[in-house]
């Protein structure tokens, strides 16, 4: 079992800034592939950016892309998302997840095994 704490979400103006964190225990292992996600009321759960096992591959939504980056600390077991340009569109309950495939870089939820518990995100205009 892998245990998922988001943290950093809150409320900021458009055009601010938030950096989002995730810190992983248990069975963690750093040959994970990690993604970030979020839901809106209303809304299915969308993909927002995931990175491999080392960093070097990233993927985004065209949505966020430009705007936001992910990043990880492998020796501190902890995964991130900066969240710059931030819109009234981008608020959401953001999680973050572990796919146990080092390799390949999923985007849909299905790809992904464990989940935090989420973080909201307000953006007000």
């Known amino acids: 079992q892998v245990q998922l704490v988001e943290s950093g979400g809150g409320l900021v103006q458009a055009g601010g800034s938030l950096r989002l964190s995730c810190v992983a225990s248990g069975r963690t292992s750093s040959s994970y592939a990690l993604g970030w996600f979020r839901q809106a009321p209303g809304k299915e759960r969308e993909f927002v950016a995931a990175?491999?096992?080392?960093?070097?591959?990233?993927r985004y939504a065209d949505s966020v892309k430009g705007r936001f980056t992910i990043s990880r600390d492998n020796a501190k077991n902890t995964l991130y998302l900066q969240m710059n340009s931030l819109k009234p569109e981008d608020t959401a309950v953001y999680y973050c997840?572990?796919?146990?495939?080092?390799?390949?870089?999923?985007?849909?939820?299905?790809?992904?095994?464990?989940w935090g518990q989420g973080t909201q995100v307000t953006v007000s205009s």
């Open positions: 997840a572990v796919s146990l495939q080092a390799i390949y870089i999923g985007i849909r939820p299905s790809d992904y095994t464990y």
């Open positions: 990175i491999n096992w080392s960093g070097s591959i990233t």
